[in-house]
């Protein structure tokens, strides 16, 4: 307990400064759509936790640009090449949360709006692939290779998307209060994601017919289908999705080294065809770079310690755990990624979300105070009354 408190306030402390080397006096009209949403999620979980005036300002400024960059059917984006499922699921988020800390019904309007936009690609993408697939690998799964709709393919659909969008449908039932259709996507969404999970805990990168590479596991993606997991656990209390979470973290563990941590695991039966690629010897646990900036087009190192995405996406997943209760050690990724000076969108949004866990406990506490206050009450009472 006392290390989760010390851990706690070094975070906290961590967070502000944060703000105050790179945010306070930033131009946030430069950045890209998915960047600004998380900048608005960092500042405004960071301001329920402060109340400072200031960054609550710094974070609507973010809402704000990003209900700009919204188009007329929903979609959280302007930029050319990228993928609009993402950043318009970290969208919905951000303005979800704006809302329920506000009040200000557009960030409500626009977070709903988005969410329709994600709803019209889920059925979208439903009927624009089959239900079967020639690769095997799918009854690695735990559906074991019975799919009830191409969603749960890995030949033809992606959980890294499936998380994220999850997790701004499922963040509106949860900062707005609304459910019917956003919930049962939601839901829709978190079972998918269940039935997915591999044996291992972990997911395929997926959309692996066209992209081989793709049978590979890579740590940021996991932790994307994680935030799934974590917000259908938080609206639906079932246990499973808890259980889900708990089995994609022990498998990110697996990545970890004595020194960072490895980003992806490539497939055995793409091991020898990548060999070419490697700075290093060849193995299945590595970190890579993109080439010219193609996402599928890559250089693998064999070192841990070539980039920080693996790092990044462990603590992200550690501080969705923690966030639920779960135990980690999250304390080690931190203190390594601080040595790195490190900084991106996960790692500032790892900085506040597990916060906010402290908020709702002491609610808890508050209510089981009164509680036991009464019961304390009544049976001195009784014990007056007898004497």
Partial sequence: MIIFILLTGTLNLEAESTYEKYLKDHDFSQDNTITLSYEALFLLYLYKEDCDPNILKKGEECLN??????????????????????????GVWALSLGYSITGKEKYRDHALKGGDFLIEE???????????????RNRNARHEGNMRNSLENYCYSCP???????????????????????????VLLGETLYRMQLRNGAWYDGYALKIPTRWDISCHYVTMAML???????????EKYRDSLRDALRWMETMRAEKGVYDIYIDEKNLSLEKDSFVGKIQNKCDFRQIQG???????????????????????????????????????TFEYIKSKNG????????????????????????????????????ILWILKQRL
């Fill in 65 to 90: 640009l990003i209900i700009e960059k919204q188009k007329e059917n929903g979609e959280i984006t302007n930029e050319p090449n990228v993928n609009p499922k993402l950043y318009t699921g970290v």
């Fill in 294 to 332: 193609k996402t599928n087009v890559k250089k693998y190192y064999s070192s841990p310690e070539e980039t920080l995405l693996g790092e990044y996406s462990l603590f992200l997943a550690e501080s969705l755990a923690e966030n639920i209760g779960l135990s980690t050690e999250r304390e080690k």
């Fill in 228 to 238: 799934g997991e974590w917000i259908c656990y938080k609206i639906t209390g079932e």
């Fill in 160 to 186: 890294n998307d499936w998380g994220l969008i999850c997790a701004g449908l499922g963040n509106i039932v949860y900062y707005t209060g609304e459910r019917g259709k956003y919930y049962d996507y939601a």
């Fill in 343 to 378: 900084y991106s969108n996960w790692y500032i949004l790892s900085l506040v979300i597990e916060d906010n866990k402290i908020e709702e406990n002491e609610k808890n506490i508050g209510k089981y105070s009164i509680f036991f206050l009464i019961i304390a009450g009544v």
């Fill in 122 to 136: 889920i059925e979208r993408w439903k009927k624009a692939y089959p239900i079967d697939c020639p690769d095997g």
